[in-house]
């Protein structure tokens, strides 16, 4: 069955056909790269350059003679084998120089299975969790014929509005960054020329989590000094893993479009990082520039693309209307449309296509009859995850776990949808093959618990957001409204909650809600799912808030009405099973918040990591003249890396090796982590440390280590961090990384703000 590709490791790389070209020789693979392009045409050299999809650009008959000529050289979104032969056969039997396509794919957080949304990842602070989530992905995305992912996106994002929170790993950039190295390590595996590996282009490049009011395709305005100390990081932590592939943001950087960036494309990524990889435009991003005003036409685009570093051009046709115009003009030398088509081949050569078109597309003979079945999925990996990344928020009088015995009311609009709880970008999961919060519970109390089911809302009764959320580009529609009146479906789930002694409340955002151009001017739960909440809490039943939702959320209501309260996010395909095993306590939950959570919007942004200013509020102190809001308090609701257990866990002792260190000395720090409670379980010990004096203002904290320790109930342990020079250093203002010395507070916590400190100087 395929689970055991997920368990057993990677397969065994096939022998190569054809060339036999070896990527570990990079001779080789410019001697061939070389004598390729010295054969090509100009026409043919463009056709590499265009990345098509089958649909609204084209035709799959359209695109195989497309191919035939020589005038594309990838494809993205053709998931199937049958599919995507012909294609390939186009490319290397009727072109003229037999050079192969790509096929890529946007697999962001699985590909037939579906795992929790990459912000649900996070929270799991487990890189091996990640890690492996990205190569059962790969497993299934080659078994599919697909050779490249857009992922992993590791946009850093300070405002919950902005729809595609949901795709990334959080706020912060240690986190952030090691969340990309896993995942790169996972779809790339110990070798990207493997049957069973896809090659990882990082998106979006650059600053994307940045933009405006968190309005997507908005501008982004920002200083050198935060660009590279707080969102440049990820990508390059995503490059320095081997990430093969760049997809080159949508928006402007301080008036600049990334699409026609050369500060990016060329000075930063390449000379700078030195990628030599492959750039991507993003979806029409070159017809875009007349958009921004930046190009008065298709001719001016294409070349400011091409002069920028854009080497594939996805879903457009100017690169091929315009690019040999320009060449033959001599707007465009010869030699940096080589440039670009280098790259291209490249990716080729290094994914074993020059050596084998079909490594991952088998032999038609081993064609699946149904792509969509349940043989294919990899339900383990998925549960086993799922479970990682639920949060606990609150849990007052030991609410949770809950007994399998008596009578449960399940209510709420999510509780039983099996697309929502998929979470957005899903890729190829089946809605009608996830386990729903619903089915996951009536497995595990089978024979042992009544339970009751009602809707009691809608996600939303605002006609204008449903229909907004239908027009979504999907196959179904994205919400189906009961059409019974709000008040019929409160009655029937207060009846229900009469009869129980619990109430399980599954509500939060419909994956629509928390996707690309899905922006929010609210961080509230809808008013439908609000005044159910508030009905059900009237009961005076026992109330378990399961919340869904690809974002932070303002549920200041929630936590304090509600008597246990999980962020399950968006768990995937085996989502109810994994949210089932923590409600009744076969998992305990150890997940930490990867992004503040704001009380409300008027306080956004907010995150952990801000610069120290002149005016702080003093918590307890009159706020009279310091930086607050006067209407609440100025901290988040919940804070960075906030996680409770169903255990009793303590941090205590913390010392430092030493309170004096010079350069190129290190210290340790360490504290005892205890488990003081009934349950085994893990918790997250997370190291910060705060630069209190420097030559330009420094974050009042930032995290720089983290390890997830398991302990059974009464164990202890002494976690360990070695604090040296990386964990110092810093992006000062002439964006030199320096190491400056003075005092270091070193902070250990189980969240970012409550925390063991000590104090060393650094000579």
Known sequence: ??????????????????????????????????????????????????????????TH???????????????????IRRD????????????????????????????RTTFPIPLGLAASFDMAAIERMARVSAVEACADGVDMTFAPMVDISHDPRWGRTSEGFGEDPYLVSESARASVRGFQGPSVDRPDSIMAAVKHFALYGAVEGGRDYNTVDMSPMRMHQTYLPPYRAAIEAGAGGVMVALNSINGVPATGNTWLLQDLLRKEWGFSGVTISDHGAIAELLKHGVASNAREAAKLAIKAGIDLSMADQIYLAELPG?????????????????????????????????????????????????????????????????????????????KKAGTIALVGPLADSGLDILGSWSAQGVAGLAVTLRAG???????????????????????????????????????????????AMIAEAVALAAQADVVIAAVGESRGMSHESSSRVSLDLPGSQRALLKALKATGKPLVVVLMNGRPLAIGWEKDNADALLETWYAGTEGGNAIADVLFGDHNPSAKLPISFPRSVGQIPIYYNHLRIGRPLTEGKPGNYTSQYFEEPNGPLYPFGFGLSYSRFTLSGLKLSASRISRGQSLTAEATL??????????????????????????????????????????????????????????????????????????????????????????
């Open 441 to 487: 519970i009536e497995k595990a109390v089978a024979g042992k618990a009544r339970l009751l089911t009602a809707r009691g809302a809608n996600v939303t009764d605002d006609a204008k957001v449903v229909e907004y959320l239908n027009y979504l580009n999907w196959d179904t529609p994205e919400v189906i409204q009961d059409p019974r009146s709000p008040e």
């Open 61 to 79: 008959a359209q695109l195989s003679e497309e191919i035939a000529a020589g005038r594309i050289g990838a494809s993205f979104n053709t998931v």
């Open 674 to 763: 205890a488990n003081e409670g009934p349950y085994e379980g893990a918790n997250v010990v997370q190291l910060y440390i705060s630069d209190s004096f420097a030559s330009v203002a420094r974050p009042v904290k930032e995290l720089k280590g983290f390890q997830k320790v398991a302990l059974k109930p009464g164990e202890s342990r002494v976690v360990r961090f070695e604090i040296g020079e990386d964990q110092l250093k810093f992006v000062n203002a002439e964006l030199r990384e320096v190491l400056e010395s003075g005092r270091f507070d070193v902070q250990l916590g189980l969240d970012s703000r409550d925390v063991l400190e000590q104090s060393f100087e650094l000579a």
């Open 326 to 402: 320009l060449v033959a003009s001599g707007e465009i030398a010869m030699a940096e449309l080589d440039a670009r088509v280098r790259e291209v081949l490249g990716v080729k050569y290094d994914l074993g296509l020059f050596a084998d078109p079909f490594l991952r597309m088998g032999k038609p003979a081993d064609d699946p009859v149904d792509e969509k079945v349940d043989s294919r999925l990899h339900r383990q990996p998925a549960r086993e995850i799922a479970r990682e990344t639920i949060v606990l928020l609150e849990n007052r009088n030991r609410t949770l776990p809950l």
């Open 1 to 58: 069955m395929a689970a055991n590709l997920a368990t057993t490791g990677p397969a065994q790389a096939q022998t190569p056909v054809g060339l036999g070209v070896k990527k570990a020789d990079p001779g080789a693979k410019k001697a061939f790269i070389d004598d390729l392009i010295s054969r090509m045409t100009v026409e043919e050299k463009v056709g590499q350059l265009r990345l098509i999809s089958i649909g609204p650009e084209m």
């Open 84 to 111: 995507n032969r012909p294609l390939q056969e186009a490319a290397v039997q009727r072109s003229r120089l037999k050079i192969p396509l790509f096929f890529a794919y946007d697999v962001v957080h699985g590909h």
